[in-house]
Structures are given as structure tokens and as C-alpha cells.
């Protein structure tokens, strides 16, 4: 199990169970979820994520004022002091591209912040065969 790979130049930051599932059959896109904690005691403000050989972003699900769902990119993602977030289905997430001819078990990608800061960390790929 990958969970809690993570770059070990940035301790107080903390992915944990960095997954995605490959995508349906002649589609490339899949969606990516994981938790991301920050131990430190400032606030990280994440403004996008880049991966080899795959394009990435960062988005929210969210319900409009019609009741419709939407997608929605998201610019940037604070995470304050202390605290986490959480990527999950029906949330915030990672929306990944040009998945068609990927074939690899692991994906390595790293989260950019605001301040310069790279996070790296590598998403599980996993089949959705049972």
C-alpha cells in the first residue's frame, strides 16, 4: 500500500491514501482522492497540481442554486494549521486526463503552493475489477 507517500522534505505535510481508479473503457479521464493534512503550524495554500504524463486539476463537486450538480475547477485550496482536507467522491478532488494509454501501477504528482513549496507524492492506481 502507497498510503502516506510523501516527500519527506516537507514532515508536517501529510497525503495519505493517494488513489485513482483507471478510467472506463474508451475514456481518459478519471477523478483522484486522498487526505492531506498539515501538521504545521501555518496554513498552505495549494494553487494546482502537476503530474508526469498526465494533465491534472483541482475541483469541487458542488450542488447549484437550481439543485443541479456541477464541477467546478478550483483556483486555489488553503488548508490551515492543524487541520485536513479530505478529496473524496461527491467533494473535492483531482480531475486527471490523457489516461487512455496510461498503463502504470503508480502515478507521481506534487502539489504546488503558493509560496514556491513542491509537495510530491504518488497516487495508488488501481483497476476497477473486483
Do not use: W
Amino acid at each position: 500500500m502507497l498510503s502516506g507517500c510523501n516527500d519527506i522534505s516537507n514532515p508536517g505535510i501529510i497525503i495519505k491514501d493517494a488513489h485513482l481508479y483507471v478510467p472506463l473503457e474508451g475514456s481518459d479521464m478519471s477523478a483522484g482522492y486522498l487526505r492531506l493534512e498539515n501538521h504545521q503550524l501555518k496554513k498552505i495554500n495549494i494553487s494546482s497540481i502537476e503530474c508526469k504524463k498526465v494533465k491534472a486539476s483541482l475541483h469541487e463537486t458542488v450542488i447549484d442554486l437550481e439543485g443541479m450538480i456541477k464541477m467546478k475547477k478550483l483556483e486555489m485550496l488553503s488548508v490551515g494549521p492543524e487541520s485536513h482536507v479530505n478529496f473524496i467522491p461527491g467533494g473535492k478532488h483531482i480531475m486527471f486526463s490523457g489516461l487512455k494509454e496510461f498503463k502504470e501501477s503508480i502515478l507521481m504528482c506534487a502539489f504546488l503552493s503558493t509560496s514556491g513549496i513542491e509537495i510530491p507524492f504518488i497516487f495508488e492506481v488501481r483497476t476497477n475489477e473486483k
